[in-house]
């Protein structure tokens, strides 16, 4: 049975369409003191899989309590899916006295379930901090079937050297274009300086390929970049659009074509489900 937390509700119904199981009726509360609740009256099934993007505090102790629900409720397996994992960015301290908040949310979550899925964590690394196995999809190639056909000279563009494997992968699904990354330096949550590659995007155009959208900082740098060099359309497809604060002014106004990305954050620009690979992962990690 397919155990929907608040965040998943739809992709969570696409998985049940996958793995042909049935859906749970969730319910969700809030108690006068702002505690959440989430239930599963009707659960009934040998397994579980709970399916929550952990995209605030509340998805994630709404997330905890699914995994309990179900327990409580007899089942024999629990398969947590985590389609976008918050807090894995901060996957280590950078600063004396820090906590390595993906570790932490990794090990609680790992005393309520049997396996784990991840889609696109922040690094692949962070599936270590988990004490149960598992398993990654990596959903880069499903940005390319939303993408208009016929793309002028499409450069696939990463806006760092660590995310050139999400830009290929898009490449590769579309079957044609070439593959390029820029240089970032962050300098703070908002303030990132791009420093273009010598790739000539002039009259080309451009899908720049990333994990995640955050506050846009990141796309809306790399698209005046390729505004002064002359590139006729700028797509920006992510995994996970989480578009915070003003992401999407920011990105409108930069003067971007669309946005694309997937539905492990349902936002109206999740223009492609990653059900299939997920479902593939949850079948896959049963075989193991
Ligand atoms: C960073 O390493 C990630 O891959 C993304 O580039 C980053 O999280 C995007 O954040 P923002 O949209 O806030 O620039």
């Known amino acids: 049975m ?8 739809s992709l969570a119904a696409a998985l049940a369409d996958e793995l042909g199981e049935p859906l749970a009726a969730v319910e969700y509360d809030r108690f006068p003191d702002g505690e959440t609740l989430a239930a599963v009256p009707s659960f009934d099934a040998e397994r579980a899989v709970v399916v929550a993007a952990t995209d605030s505090n509340d998805a994630w102790v709404e997330l905890l309590q699914l995994q309990d629900a179900v327990r409580e ?18 996957d280590r301290a950078f600063e004396p006295g820090e906590p390595v908040s993906a570790r932490a949310m990794a090990r609680a979550i790992s005393t309520g379930t049997d396996r784990v899925v991840l889609v696109n964590p922040h690094e692949e690394s962070v599936a270590d901090f988990f004490d149960v196995h598992v398993a990654v999809c990596d959903a ?17 563009l990463s806006p760092d050297a660590g995310a050139v494997d ?13 593959t390029d990354y820029f240089e970032k330096h962050r300098r703070s949550g908002t303030e ?6 010598d790739t000539d995007a002039a009259g080309r155009d451009v899908v720049i390929v990333d994990d995640i959208v955050a506050t846009g900082t990141t796309m809306s740098e790399a698209v005046a970049h390729l505004d002064a060099d002359g590139a006729e359309r700028v797509f920006a497809a992510c995994v996970h659009p989480l578009l915070a604060r ?3 002014t920011k990105l409108e106004r930069a003067g971007i074509e669309r946005i694309i990305g997937t539905d492990t954050l349902e936002r109206d620009v999740s223009a492609v489900s990653v059900a299939p690979i997920v479902a593939a992962a949850v079948e896959a990690v049963e075989a193991t």
């Open 2 to 9: 397919i155990v929907p937390g608040t965040s998943s509700q």
């Open 73 to 90: 409720a007899g089942t024999s397996e629990v398969v947590t899916v985590i389609p976008y994992m918050g807090y894995a960015r901060q």
């Open 140 to 156: 880069a190639g499903c940005l390319a079937e939303p993408l208009p056909e016929g793309l002028s000279e499409p450069l696939f």
């Open 166 to 178: 999400l830009a290929e992968a898009a490449r590769t699904a579309y079957g044609a274009g070439e």
């Open 192 to 197: 990132v300086e791009i420093t273009p590659s």
């Open 246 to 248: 003003n992401a999407r």
